[in-house]
């Protein structure tokens, strides 16, 4: 059964492209609601077909932009409308009598306070598109526990489920990514027996790069290798870039120092199979695409030891420190270096379980099983009706 799925979410987001180009494949028709990079990133980068939806401007009153998104989602025919990363115009779906099925998807600072303080309306709004879902999902049980419990009590029963983000196992095979591996080694100018240690999450305040570059300079990794830090080329990032540059001279690792430009999702496999090791330090977090990634590329990760994280990063398969503890991060950092056979066992444990658990394609099953149930479940409401 084809459906017509109407992704929402971050227009950012490489997951949203991901979804987006993975249910293309699979012959249904997506539509991409304010998501024009989104939309363009699935064709050129995917070479899968979708189309776009712009919902009018912010300054038309809410209830007509509603009633306007009623009429071109009846229009297009749309089955189900996947709701990524909540935010508080999302209740434009919620509201919305005789709207399709809402999916919704939380991502983490949508609806964990510790990260980002939102205003009592923004809360509120997030709770009613919560509380009108068809479905939900999250990718940690945490976040999981904390969506359904900002349901509220009068929300009916719905399907509440992990769906891990997961990693595309051909396209993330350590075989296929060394030559870009090697190229990427090459521009970056790392020189043949460096070890390399890198930083893959986002460059923002949160992410906590500047104590990961701390415990670089602190550790063996300073004297060995070479620390690198992905950027993400996001409009929020420079300021902080220019804090991590100003450290780097601050803490006299210049020379052991790389940040690597933004590139294509079709390279991050060469970029993350460059790495002997990759550092992850937030803490409050779901469980990102990118440890499946580097699980699969057999890169051991070294970790905040956050409850997100259970199932997932366990201490057999990555080093884990507790948050903020820089002592402990030097040392796990060291770890790796004064014992030769962690890292290969870590990244073999690594390798099964990402095989086992997180495969895509997996995940991509969930989300259309999840879909249809929606479709039914709505139908059925609706028939029940006087």
Same mark, same amino acid.
């Given at each position: 059964?084809?459906?017509?799925?109407?992704?929402?979410?971050?227009?950012?987001a490489t997951?949203?492209?991901r979804?987006?180009?993975?249910?293309?494949?699979r012959?249904?028709?997506?539509?991409?609601?304010?998501?024009? #990079?989104? =939309? %363009?990133?699935?064709? $050129? /980068?995917? !070479?899968?077909?979708?189309?776009?939806?712009? &919902?009018? @401007?912010?300054?038309?009153p809410?209830?007509l932009?509603?009633?306007?998104?009623?009429?071109?989602?009846?229009?297009?025919?749309?089955?189900?409308?996947?709701?990524?990363?909540?935010?508080?115009?999302?209740?434009?779906?919620?509201?919305?009598?005789?709207?399709?099925?809402i999916?919704?998807?939380?991502?983490?600072?949508?609806?964990?306070?510790?990260?980002?303080?939102?205003?009592?309306?923004?809360?509120?709004?997030?709770?009613?598109?919560?509380?009108?879902?068809?479905?939900?999902?999250a990718?940690?049980?945490?976040?999981?526990?904390?969506?359904r419990?900002?349901?509220?009590?009068?929300?009916?029963?719905?399907p509440?489920?992990?769906?891990?983000?997961?990693?595309d196992?051909?396209t993330?095979d350590?075989?296929?990514a060394? #030559?870009? =591996? %090697?190229r990427?080694r $090459? /521009?970056? !100018?790392?020189?043949?027996?460096?070890?390399? &240690?890198? @930083?893959?999450?986002?460059?923002?305040?949160?992410?906590h790069?500047?104590?990961?570059?701390?415990?670089?300079?602190?550790?063996?990794?300073?004297?060995?290798?070479?620390?690198?830090?992905k950027?993400?080329g996001?409009?929020?990032e420079?300021?902080?870039?220019?804090?991590?540059?100003?450290?780097?001279?601050?803490?006299?690792?210049?020379?052991?120092?790389?940040?690597?430009?933004?590139?294509?999702?079709?390279?991050?496999?060469?970029l993350?199979?460059?790495?002997?090791?990759?550092?992850?330090?937030?803490?409050?977090?779901?469980?990102?695409?990118?440890?499946?990634?580097?699980?699969?590329?057999?890169?051991?990760?070294?970790?905040?030891?956050?409850?997100?994280?259970?199932?997932?990063?366990?201490?057999?398969?990555?080093?884990?420190?507790p948050? %903020?503890?820089?002592?402990?991060?030097?040392?796990?950092?060291?770890?790796?270096?004064?014992?030769?056979?962690?890292?290969?066992?870590?990244?073999?444990?690594?390798?099964?379980?990402?095989?086992?658990?997180?495969?895509?394609?997996?995940?991509?099953?969930?989300?259309e099983?999840?879909y249809?149930?929606?479709?039914?479940?709505?139908?059925?409401?609706?028939g029940?009706?006087?």
């Amino acid at each position: 059964m084809r459906l017509t799925v109407l992704l929402h979410g971050d227009p950012k987001a490489t997951q949203q492209a991901r979804l987006g180009a993975a249910l293309a494949a699979r012959g249904h028709r997506v539509i991409l609601c304010d998501a024009p #990079d989104i =939309a %363009a990133t699935i064709r $050129r /980068e995917y !070479g899968q077909r979708c189309e776009e939806l712009r &919902l009018v @401007s912010s300054l038309v009153p809410h209830a007509l932009r509603r009633l306007w998104a009623r009429r071109r989602v009846r229009e297009l025919g749309v089955d189900v409308v996947h709701l990524n990363f909540l935010r508080p115009w999302h209740d434009l779906w919620s509201r919305m009598q005789g709207g399709p099925p809402i999916i919704a998807t939380a991502w983490g600072s949508d609806i964990n306070p510790e990260v980002f303080r939102r205003p009592p309306w923004t809360v509120r709004r997030v709770n009613h598109v919560l509380s009108h879902a068809s479905a939900v999902t999250a990718d940690s049980v945490p976040l999981l526990a904390r969506a359904r419990a900002r349901r509220g009590q009068p929300a009916r029963a719905v399907p509440c489920e992990i769906v891990l983000w997961g990693v595309d196992l051909a396209t993330f095979d350590r075989q296929r990514a060394l #030559d870009t =591996a %090697a190229r990427f080694r $090459r /521009e970056l !100018g790392i020189e043949p027996g460096k070890r390399v &240690l890198l @930083s893959p999450r986002q460059t923002k305040p949160h992410y906590h790069v500047d104590r990961i570059l701390r415990a670089f300079a602190a550790s063996r990794w300073a004297r060995e290798g070479v620390l690198v830090i992905k950027l993400y080329g996001r409009h929020d990032e420079p300021a902080y870039v220019r804090k991590l540059r100003s450290l780097v001279r601050e803490l006299g690792v210049g020379d052991g120092v790389r940040f690597a430009e933004p590139c294509p999702y079709g390279d991050l496999p060469g970029l993350y199979a460059m790495a002997d090791a990759a550092v992850s330090l937030l803490e409050v977090d779901g469980v990102p695409s990118t440890f499946c990634e580097l699980a699969a590329l057999g890169v051991p990760i070294v970790s905040s030891d956050l409850p997100a994280y259970e199932g997932v990063l366990d201490r057999d398969r990555a080093l884990l420190v507790p948050p %903020a503890d820089h002592a402990a991060l030097v040392a796990a950092l060291d770890r790796l270096i004064d014992e030769p056979e962690l890292g290969p066992r870590l990244a073999e444990r690594g390798r099964a379980w990402a095989v086992e658990r997180a495969d895509w394609q997996r995940c991509v099953d969930q989300f259309e099983a999840l879909y249809r149930a929606s479709i039914v479940s709505t139908a059925a409401t609706a028939g029940e009706r006087p």
